[in-house]
């Protein structure tokens, strides 16, 4: 079992930027592609953009291209994902997740396609 634990949400302004982190202590994070998606209020969890097992390959939704980029740093067991000129819509909870890349730097959008799950940084712009 993976534990992913999120952190650095907050509240922010219109226009700033914030990094939040997802961490763990599982011996082969590097072995695993991994995901972040959020969930905003009152709406289905939707993906923001994932990064491959050697941090070689990046996607992100269309919507969040060029304002979200996301990072890992394989000797810290850590995923980042760094968000500039936020703005209320980006208001939701945060989640990483965890998947067996088995050598691949295949990102799907799919949440059913991630095996673990962090608990959720909560995001808030206000305007």
């Known amino acids: 079992q993976v534990q992913l634990v999120e952190s650095g949400g907050g509240l922010v302004q219109a226009g700033d930027s914030l990094r939040v982190s997802c961490a763990t202590s599982?011996?082969?994070?590097?072995?695993?592609?991994l995901g972040w998606f959020r969930r905003p209020p009152g709406k289905e969890r939707e993906f923001v953009g994932a990064?491959?097992?050697?941090?070689?390959?990046?996607f992100y939704a269309d919507s969040l291209k060029g304002r979200f980029t996301i990072s890992r740093d394989n000797a810290k067991k850590t995923v980042y994902l760094e968000m500039n000129s936020l703005n209320p819509e980006d208001t939701a909870v945060y989640y990483c997740?965890?998947?067996?890349?088995?050598?691949?730097?295949?990102?799907?959008?799919?949440?059913?396609?991630?095996?673990?799950w962090g608990q959720g940084t909560q995001v808030t712009v206000s305007s």
């Open positions: 599982e011996r082969t994070f590097s072995a695993y592609n």
């Open positions: 990064i491959s097992w050697n941090g070689l390959n990046t």
């Open positions: 997740a965890a998947m067996r890349s088995v050598g691949s730097m295949w990102l799907p959008r799919d949440v059913r396609r991630y095996d673990y």
